[in-house]
């Protein structure tokens, strides 16, 4: 093969419009969410461990009071990002998110490398999650005094004698369980979930505000002002949880009109309660006192409210299980998106008969959540998923750009304002995140990438679907 006609393999771009008629029935996804649906599981996937887990850990050890600023900097670099989301949503209401809009725009090898990227990232963060609900369920266990082996809780760094983290593997157990019983139930378990959590976030931040000592923010940068940056890095993957709401794109009964507004309404919410969470903790604690696991129970237990501590541990546990379930119900579609269109084996696209969800990937990703989650700390694995998502940003702000450029007349329900400069925006921020991440991590998703180069020319680049019908390089 030359090199121009591998050149025109890896640049075939998937059509903007496919013909759901097309698509063999076993190959399809129910369709029962609506908007406040939506916005539901975007919530639940941006609030969560961020608020309840790594706001107090990374409080603690990386930046101090100063976490505020790294959550309104990655808020910033994910704004950005979400309009790009929104005006791809409104134009390709499809399974697979970022994969999906980079396969259509830049060309198959970079839906490849994004879609490979996300299956890691996506599975990590549902790790991390996890381990973050089993930090406030091992709380109220010692609440109520029952003493638990110690080589169950915990991964082996984070405690002398631990061996894996239990309560974190059986999560995501659960969680892929709940996955398979089907896309409405799904919606309606986020929808009271969420409210649940919302309904937290309030009581904690209405209570919490009567016991801030302003001396507790002095000082505000005690690790220094360039730890904010490595805080954002550390803490974007609490801010992107419309990313993977978006991936449910086929199963919106109506995506086109639907997904720009579930993804802008939840990560304005999500910002206005992360800021004034954050406010209240670091406000309430020193941060050298703050848990890095259950930060708001034990916050309130020092002040003397040990009941509403305990009443936060519960909410929490709640809560944190939504964005589990988001993120995995994210990583399944993107594979099952992949597998669709021939880049991974056609198997694991196939739906369950009744449900019409992918039981076979479902499976297979609660299985590599819990492993993860089970023996690794909670750090290393946020670092993980925030380099993989900062790329798969990136890639969505070009893309956009790209698409107004070679496609202006396609129909979109949403436009994004100030183009160029809003992609570049994010794009800058994204970047500069990247750039913030210890090496380790560089060299963790390097690994991962050339894993992937080598199933894309091994495989998936001659049983791609668009393989099978000779297309050109372009439209």
């Known amino acids: 093969m030359s090199f121009a006609e591998l050149r025109a393999q890896m640049m075939r771009r998937k059509p903007l419009v496919e013909v759901e008629d097309e698509i063999p029935s076993d190959e399809r996804l129910a369709k029962s969410l609506g908007l406040w649906q939506l916005t539901a ?10 608020i309840f887990t790594l706001a107090g850990s990374v409080a603690h050890s990386v930046t101090g009071p100063a976490v505020l600023l ?25 399974a697979g998110s970022a994969y999906t809009y980079g396969y259509v725009s830049l060309g198959e090898l970079a839906g490849w490398f994004i879609g490979w990227d996300l299956l890691l990232e996506y599975i990590a963060v549902a790790a991390v999650v996890a381990i973050g609900v089993s930090g406030y369920f091992g709380f109220l266990l010692d609440q109520v005094g029952l003493t638990l082996p110690e080589w169950m809780l915990g991964a082996p760094d984070t405690g002398e004698g631990r061996v894996i983290d239990l309560f974190a593997v059986l999560f995501c157990l659960g969680t892929a369980w709940i996955l398979s019983r089907g896309i409405g139930s799904v919606g309606r378990f986020e929808t009271v979930a969420v409210g649940i959590k919302v309904a937290l976030v309030v009581l904690i931040v209405a209570l919490g505000v009567f ?55 939840s990560l304005a919410i999500a910002m206005v309660l992360y800021v004034l969470a954050t406010l209240v903790l670091t406000g309430m604690q020193k941060y050298t006192e703050i848990s890095p696991t259950s930060g708001f129970s034990t916050a309130f237990e020092a002040v003397g409210m040990p009941g509403v501590a305990n009443i936060i541990a519960i909410g929490a546990i709640v809560g944190i299980i ?31 008969p009744t449900r019409k969800v992918p ?63 809003i992609p570049l925006i994010g794009i800058g921020f994204s970047a500069y995140l990247i750039y913030s991440l210890p090496w380790q991590t560089w060299l963790r998703f390097l690994a991962w990438l050339v894993v992937g180069l080598i199933v894309y020319f091994g495989y998936s680049r001659t049983h791609s679907v668009m393989n099978r019908t000779a297309p050109q390089p372009s439209e």
């Not at 599981?41 to 961020?50: E, F, H, Q, T």
């Open 41 to 50: 599981i975007g919530v639940g996937g941006i609030i969560g461990a961020g």
């Open 70 to 94: 790294s959550f309104l900097i990655a808020g910033v670099a994910s704004a950005a990002a979400a309009l790009c989301y929104a005006e791809f949503a409104g134009m390709v209401p499809k």
């Open 211 to 265: 016991h801030i000592d302003s001396a507790n923010y002095d000082p505000y940068f005690p690790f220094g002002a360039g730890a904010v940056w490595t805080g954002a890095a550390t803490v974007f993957f609490a801010v992107f949880g419309y990313d993977a709401m978006s991936t449910a794109a086929e199963e919106s009964v109506d995506g086109r009109k639907h997904l720009p507004k579930a993804i802008i309404y």
């Open 359 to 421: 039981t076979r990937v479902t499976w297979i990703v609660g299985i590599g959540a819990a492993i993860l989650a089970g023996v690794l700390p909670i750090n290393t694995v946020a670092e993980l998923t925030n380099i993989g998502i900062l790329m798969a940003f990136i890639v969505v702000c070009v893309a956009v750009i790209v698409l107004r450029r070679t496609r202006p007349d396609a129909p979109r329900s949403f436009r994004l304002p100030l183009m160029p400069v």
């Open 322 to 352: 939504t964005v589990v379930l988001t993120f995995m119900l994210g990583v399944t579609r993107v594979w099952f998106a992949m597998s669709r269109d021939g880049l991974l084996p056609e198997w694991f696209a196939k739906t369950h």
